[in-house]
């Protein structure tokens, strides 16, 4: 018997649609077969995988230091030590540091300090004076202490003289006067009274001397060459301060000034100002003949106005 054409068609066609859907469901079978054997972890795996985590929190971690941000320092403290503060008044007490009275232009004095000649650093003085005497050098000092009034006298004498620019090089105003402490001397050779206040007395035997033997008795030469910026003052080599046998030898030995000893300027920076070093001639053009008190109080025919703080 014949099958109709039409039924034959639809025969094969579902053979063909269940075959298919055979094979698809075979093909997903083995893909899940597939993944489910890949993706299973095997006991290395395990392993492997605790290991590397075990590491992970064993090594430690390493810190990025960071980056400091690069401060400026601030700038330091200009300071012109040959000028005077014409903003400060004087104070109610002198100052002391480690113990050793500074006077300069950045350190006065009180107007009222009136100490008179310190006697230890008078009986220093002698003592030099006559140890000198034994080498047939006859010293003196023509000029210690003074008071504030006739600091203000002898300074205005100069400003008259020589202007006041010229004069605070060479002349403290009153109450900024080593002089006023009483601890302070101007040193001459006696019979060579015209150099008294000259820069040619530190180049005779005697100043040379002085210089050399001073710090023994504990006296230090106060404004040497070269210091000018550090002192206030130009060099004079007559001037002598008394700070006592160990300070004296210790500033000597370093060869620096008081202000440096005492580090008065220490973290500061210091102006050094283009000024010349010579002093106003001291002769009858500009210093007048007349009377020096000297340390005993008695008068002796010399150059008077020192030309010193």
Do not use: C
Not at 130 to 156: C, H, M, P, W
Not at 178 to 189: C, N, V, Y
Not at 251 to 271: H, P, S
């Amino acid at each position: 018997m014949l099958v109709p054409n039409n039924q034959h068609k639809k025969k094969k066609t579902g053979l063909i649609i269940g075959t298919t859907s055979l094979l698809a469901i075979a093909l997903a079978g083995g893909v899940v077969y597939y993944t489910a054997v890949v993706d299973e972890p095997t006991e290395e795996t395990i392993t492997q995988s605790s290991q590397q985590q075990k590491q992970q929190i064993e090594e430690p971690v390493q810190s990025i230091t960071p980056i400091e941000p690069v401060v400026e320092a601030p700038p330091l403290e200009k300071v012109d030590a040959t000028k005077y503060d014409e903003t400060k008044e004087l104070p109610t007490e002198p100052t002391y540091i480690n113990g050793i009275l500074i006077a300069n232009k950045q350190y006065p004095l009180p107007s009222t300090y009136a100490p008179d000649t310190d006697p230890t650093a008078q009986a220093a003085l002698d003592t030099m004076v006559a140890a000198a005497a034994k080498e047939n050098i006859q010293l003196v000092g023509f000029s210690g202490y003074r008071s504030y009034d006739y600091q203000t006298t002898l300074y205005n004498n100069y400003v008259a003289r020589d202007g006041q620019e010229e004069a605070d090089r060479y002349s403290a105003r009153p109450g900024y006067s080593e002089h006023q402490t009483g601890l302070a001397f101007d040193i001459g050779e006696v019979g060579k009274e015209d150099l008294w206040l000259t820069a040619a007395f530190g180049e005779t035997p005697a100043g040379q001397w002085l210089v050399q033997h001073a710090p023994t008795y504990g006296f230090i030469l106060r404004y040497p060459k070269g210091k000018e910026h550090l002192t206030g003052f130009m060099y004079e080599s007559w001037h002598f301060r008394y700070v006592g046998v160990e300070h004296a030898l210790k500033i000597a030995e370093q060869n620096i000034t008081l202000e440096e000893y005492l580090g008065v300027y220490e973290g500061k920076e210091v102006i050094v100002p283009q000024v010349a070093e010579e002093a106003p001639q001291e002769n009858g053009s500009t210093v007048e003949q007349s009377e020096v008190t000297t340390t005993e109080g008695t008068q002796v025919g010399a150059k008077s106005e020192h030309n010193n703080p």
